[in-house]
């Protein structure tokens, strides 16, 4: 139950097309849905979160879909750009737990 | 600036040799954590520790062990028994009792057995 699903495991995308990564969970007591962003030999940055009271959150080109019924989130990264190339992480916890992470999709956007 | 220090960045282990990973942070958080991470396994936690001089297990705390003696660190050993120790090891921290909200990564270990 504590199980987080991430796909594609990895993705290619041209540069300025539009990116997905799909994410579901079993848990219904998670309550933070965050987005981490990692580069080749470096730890595992914030990108950006969720908490279930919202449907849709945008931060520049991202954006997390959440879809509470189906238990499932997304990342949508507009205007992909190369530099966008990195491993994303989906992770979800519930309040004074610690997070569980998805398997990871590496991303590459081609020039 | 605030972050989490961790040390070495490559450490190289002769087979039966335990080595220990430093992991130091000075954001005050009072949660630490210690993940390792193989291609296409994403994060897997090994140990993590709410509170100073207490720690639970993880996923896979089978091979290692921790120390939570200050608050600012938490050290990570990789004993003789931890059969397949080459990976990434990645520490973080947070403020406990919020879930994973404020999660801080440091920049990693990669240990390799030689």
């Known amino acids: 139950q504590q199980q987080v699903k991430q796909s594609p495991q990895s993705l290619i995308v041209q540069k300025g097309g539009i990116s997905i990564i799909n994410c579901a969970y079993e848990?219904?007591?998670?309550?933070?849905f965050p987005w981490y962003q990692q580069f080749p030999g470096k730890g595992p940055a914030l990108l950006i979160a969720?908490?279930?009271?919202?449907s849709e959150k945008k931060e520049g080109r991202f954006t997390i879909s959440f879809n509470k019924s189906a238990k499932q989130f997304s990342l949508h990264i507009m205007d992909s750009q190369p530099g966008d190339s990195a491993t994303y992480f989906c992770a979800a916890s519930s309040s004074a737990r610690q997070l569980t992470f998805g398997s990871g999709t590496q991303l590459t956007v081609l020039p | 600036d605030g972050g989490i220090t961790q040390s070495p960045k490559y450490l190289f282990r002769k087979e039966g040799q335990n080595v220990t990973l430093s992991c130091e942070q000075n954001l005050n958080h009072d949660a630490m954590y210690w993940y390792r991470q193989d291609p296409g396994q994403g994060l897997r936690l090994i140990y993590y520790s709410q509170i100073v001089n207490d720690f639970q297990k993880g996923d896979i705390a089978e091979g290692y062990s921790v120390s939570r003696e200050k608050k600012e660190s938490f050290p990570l050993t990789v004993t003789s028994a931890q059969k397949n120790p080459t990976a990434f090891y990645l520490c973080a921290s947070s403020i406990a009792g919020t879930g994973g909200y404020g999660y801080t990564f440091g920049s990693g270990t990669r240990l390799t057995v030689v």
């Open positions: 848990n219904t007591a998670f309550d933070y």
């Open positions: 969720i908490r279930p009271d919202v």
